[in-house]
Nanobody, 121 residues
Framework: QEQLVESGGDTVQPGGSLRLSCAAP????????MAWFRQVPGKEREFVAG??????TTNYNEAAEGRFTISRDYDAVYLQMNSLKPEDTAVYYC????????????????WGRGTQVTVSS
């Protein structure tokens, strides 16, 4: 099983920023389509942002558009989150190995264990 390791989750006030990181030791992320998802208790895992492996094209859900930025370098993928809102509170997961069928959790094979983001005053 591929091991993806997320980090950077924290508790911040509304309007604050966080930068999440995802690493996979020994892997070259520039070749993979990667994505960030999030999940709150009782709800399905939700797509947040993705970056395609071939051209680096980025995709965002409506809630993330304009506030979040996904990026990557040689061995990590990042999610810069600005203007955070309480509704952004969730466990954020990194995902890899996309089958190309769509930006859904079922389209990704490898996952990290998640990092908690809490937005609260």
């Amino acid at each position: 099983q591929e091991q993806l390791v997320e980090s950077g989750g924290d508790t911040v006030q509304p309007g604050g920023s966080l930068r999440l990181s995802c690493a996979a030791p020994g892997r070259i992320f520039s070749r993979y389509t990667m994505a960030w998802f999030r999940q709150v208790p009782g709800k399905e895992r939700e797509f947040v942002a993705g970056i395609e492996g071939s051209l680096g094209t980025t995709n965002y859900n409506e809630a993330a558009e304009g506030r979040f930025t996904i990026s990557r370098d040689y061995d990590a993928v990042y999610l810069q989150m600005n203007s955070l809102k309480p509704e952004d509170t969730a466990v954020y997961y990194c995902a890899a190995l996309w089958d190309g069928s769509g930006w859904t959790s079922g389209a990704f094979r490898f996952w990290g264990r998640g990092t908690q983001v809490t937005v609260s005053s």
